[in-house]
């Protein structure tokens, strides 16, 4: 069984500053978000159209996580960089490895409320 260090080292190395990072309050959030906005990355809000509804980050497009897939190949070609968000975080992690599995750089970005905080309304 790996140590929590070993753990980190892997990480890093591996350059996921999402993710386990994250969790642990060890990430930068705020600074990646920024940086990939300011490369024209969109954000992209995979929970349902009326959760969308009920509350978004201006500028984000609403893609439910069931429709993911019908959006990743022209993502994939144009370059697109792909910030995800949902209500909690879970639906966006799930979007941001699906799109990573398919060579499209993404980044969970949690749950849309919290990401508001970073980005420029």
């Not at 990480?11 to 600074?31: P, R, V």
């Not at 500028?59 to 960089?81: A, F, M, T």
Request: net charge positive.
């Amino acid at each position: 069984m790996q140590s929590l260090n070993a753990i980190l080292a892997t990480k890093l190395k591996t350059k996921q500053t999402m993710g386990f990072l994250d969790i642990l309050g060890l990430g930068n959030k705020s600074a990646k978000v920024k940086e990939l906005l300011s490369n024209g990355a969109i954000i992209v809000d995979v929970r349902s159209k009326a959760e969308y509804a009920g509350g978004s980050i201006a500028k984000s497009k609403n893609i439910p996580l069931e429709n993911l897939s019908d959006y990743l190949e022209n993502w994939k070609k144009s370059g697109q960089q792909i910030v995800f968000c949902c209500a909690s975080g879970m639906r966006s992690s799930s979007a941001t490895r699906q799109a990573k599995a398919k060579g499209i750089d993404a980044m969970n970005g949690g749950g849309w409320a919290s990401l508001s905080k970073f980005v420029d309304a």
